[in-house]
């Protein structure tokens, strides 16, 4: 009797071990069948890619010049683009209470006087051009009333251009006055020829 309760105790351990061993293959197989499936979930998926042909490539971008950049107003000043056109009239900030007819230089009999001394005071070398040891002239058209007033003043030819004497030039005459013009004994409004000189001392 009692040897037969080894027996059956035996048998139940080795059943019972089977089994175990049996679950523990089980829970390793699947641990291992879901890590390998989390894996591949995890694989990126393949893009599509465009096949380009080497004469189809873009070229490279533009490299920017090389040395060291400037920005300053000579800088700029060199960059700039002359012109032909005859810039408008630049109006000096008097006002024609009516419509002033400007008789042509060759019309009048005597020519306006203007202060000559005011305007070299009022003539500023401009900074470009004295920084680069660069003289000018400025050839000027004045818009010049019949009491002797520079209403307007027009930049025929500046040289050379884009250096500053035109602005230089036009702001002298702010505020000047003058005798005006005559033909036939009476004042007159005119256009005058003026040029201005920068020159350097």
């Known amino acids: 009797m009692i040897s037969m309760n080894f027996s059956n105790l035996a048998r139940m351990r080795a059943l019972i071990f089977t089994l175990v061993t049996v679950l523990h293959i089980i829970v390793i197989v699947f641990v291992a069948f879901n890590m390998n499936s989390e894996a591949f979930d995890h694989e990126p998926m393949a893009g599509v890619m465009k096949l380009v042909d080497v004469e189809e490539e873009l070229p490279p971008p533009e490299k920017p010049p090389e040395g060291p950049q400037t920005n300053t107003m000579e800088a700029i ?106 033909a036939n004994g009476a004042a007159v409004a005119v256009r005058y020829r003026y040029n201005i000189n920068f020159k350097l001392n």
């Open 77 to 182: 000043a060199e960059t700039m683009i002359g012109t032909d056109e005859t810039p408008p009239p630049i109006n000096l900030g008097y006002r024609a209470p009516e419509q002033i007819d400007y008789l042509p230089q060759h019309k009048i009999s005597i020519l306006p006087v203007l202060p000559e001394d005011q305007i070299v005071r009022a003539t500023i070398y401009p900074p470009i051009a004295q920084r680069s040891n660069i003289e000018g002239v400025v050839y000027l058209e004045l818009f010049i009333d019949p009491q002797g007033n520079v209403r307007d003043v027009r930049i025929l030819r500046e040289t050379p251009q884009g250096r500053g004497f035109g602005e230089a030039a036009v702001n002298a005459f702010k505020g000047i006055r003058g005798k005006p013009a005559q």
